[in-house]
């Protein structure tokens, strides 16, 4: 398997399956101005850009390379900070973004320096890429490109900054040159066909569920992995090895996002990147209170809805979203059978659901009704940025005007309160524009004896209910009244 590091070929087909990209840029390739923070994906220092092919140009978007598997790069450009002056041809030496760092003082002692570079040089990417006006101011581009990158000395404003600088200028003709058609792959080959077969060190691309499939079959105990933001931490973090891994990001049909007359089908590895364009249009709420806040950047350029859903997680961001909806999930196995599964019945228990060995998850299922519904999406946690909820509330106002309730971070899996729900569907809750504090007050004494949390370094039992009691009484009086003014932050 081969990729292109920055604008030479290079081959990975004695590389171990779980091989991050960050161990090989410094371990085998010498390139160690990409540096190792976290290891999980929450510092940014080992942040590069990844361009993939996209009708016949190089779409480049900053990614965490601890926990991005060099094996996943085939067809694909990798650019670090060791050779973005040479790949760009910036004069005399440095890029508009390194000289703005310089020159308004962004770094300390420069160990985050490399990853805020390569953050600030993807947004500098996508603008000169972009020829359409946009109504995001420049600082506000910047924050978000930013939000994946700790900064552990220096402090953020002459960054921030220099970011703003180096979007100031004119970066129309900025670019990254294009590899050469040597070093460019064939996308079309099927790795079905060329994967590595070694037991020891088995890794697979392939292009079509039907290869998917079949590589399950003869792969069992493979594991799948599609942007790695989770999985990976067992290596980076937990120091296991998966020698067995399918990689579905170049399976198609599971990257799609498709509209039928009722319902949204969207394609398991559809990345949060691609989501965030989807919800813009289709579920502004979830594009506006939750999906900005969804881990970082990076994250969102490569992590997925289904590994998030997959992952089991009980403070995961998107289940509770998805359970509030009634979301449908499609299941198939290794001989291409097919089931339709509610996701209120999926989670069994703590990082246990109903996925069989031999079975992945294909596609979600959410109904327009659904999707129209009032919707409210509260999300608390320690900072605001990239970071874990403590806990996350989602209500629906159904058409019937009772209430769908789902909580992340109050049960072992994420959850439907629906002793709650019961409850508020036979005591009306709002009526004419005006709430029933008796029986939200109710509701909320049926929240504390539905869940029972636990309390860890995020927070205390008696906090999260307190806090998922005050989010229902925020989200009741939102519903009865869409004009009143919460609070400073909406999520607090």
């Not at 399956?17 to 161990?23: F, P």
């Not at 009691?469 to 519903?479: D, G, H, T, V, Y």
Request: proline residues 4%.
């Amino acid at each position: 398997m081969q990729f292109t590091l920055n604008n030479e070929s290079v081959d990975t087909q004695d590389i171990g399956s779980d091989v991050s990209l960050l161990d090989y840029l410094r371990e085998n390739q010498n390139l160690t101005g990409t540096k190792e923070g976290c290891a999980s994906g929450d510092c940014g220092a080992c942040t590069v850009l990844v361009g993939t092919q996209t009708e016949g140009q190089m779409t480049y978007k900053a990614v965490n390379s601890c926990i991005y598997p060099v094996k996943s790069l085939s067809d694909q450009h990798v650019v670090t900070i060791d050779k973005l002056q040479e790949v760009t041809q910036s004069s005399p030496n440095l890029t508009s973004v390194q000289q703005e760092m310089f020159e308004c003082h962004g770094s300390q002692c420069g160990f985050c320096t490399p990853g805020f570079v390569m953050s600030l040089t993807a947004l500098q990417l996508e603008k000169s890429a972009n020829s359409e006006a946009t109504d995001e101011p420049g600082r506000e581009q910047v924050l978000d490109a930013i939000s994946g990158n700790l900064c552990r000395c220096t402090g953020y404003r002459p960054i921030v900054k220099a970011g703003c600088n180096a979007l100031e200028k004119d970066n129309q003709t900025f670019k990254i040159v294009q590899p050469s058609s040597k070093n460019a792959q064939n996308s079309a080959t099927n790795e079905y066909q060329t994967a590595t077969t070694n037991l020891e060190n088995f890794f697979a691309k392939p292009v079509t569920e039907k290869d998917l499939q079949a590589w399950l079959l003869l792969y069992p105990q493979a594991q799948l992995i599609a942007g790695g933001t989770d999985l990976m931490l067992a290596v980076t973090q937990q120091y296991q090895s998966i020698p067995q891994l399918i990689d579905l990001t170049h399976i198609e049909s599971l990257q799609n996002i498709n509209e039928t007359q009722s319902h949204f089908e969207i394609g398991a590895a559809v990345s949060y990147q691609k989501l965030e364009s989807f919800a813009k249009q289709q579920a502004p709420v979830l594009y506006q209170q939750l999906l900005h806040r969804l881990g970082s950047r990076q994250i969102r350029n490569r992590g997925t809805i289904g590994g998030n859903i997959c992952n089991a997680s009980p403070i995961g961001d998107m289940p509770p979203y998805l359970l509030a909806l009634n979301a449908e999930l499609e299941i198939i196995n290794n001989q291409g059978q097919s089931r339709r599964l509610a996701i209120t019945e999926f989670y069994l228990d703590y990082k246990k659901t109903q996925l069989q060995e031999n079975e992945y998850l294909a596609r979600i299922y959410i109904t327009k009704e659904a999707l129209a519904q009032p919707i409210q999406i509260f999300k608390i946690s320690k900072r605001y940025e990239d970071d874990i909820s403590s806990v996350l509330g989602v209500f629906v106002l159904t058409n019937s005007g009772t209430m769908n309730i789902a909580l992340g971070g109050m049960a072992a899996i994420p959850k439907r309160a629906f002793e709650t729900e019961s409850l508020l569907g036979e005591h009306p809750f709002n009526s004419d524009a005006k709430i029933n504090p008796n029986v939200i007050e109710q509701a909320c004494e049926m929240l504390a004896k539905e869940f029972s949390p636990m309390t860890d370094v995020r927070a205390s039992a008696e906090y999260r209910i307190a806090a998922t009691q005050n989010l229902l009484r925020k989200a009741s009086i939102a519903f009865s009244q869409s004009d009143e003014q919460l609070g400073v932050y909406h999520h607090a």
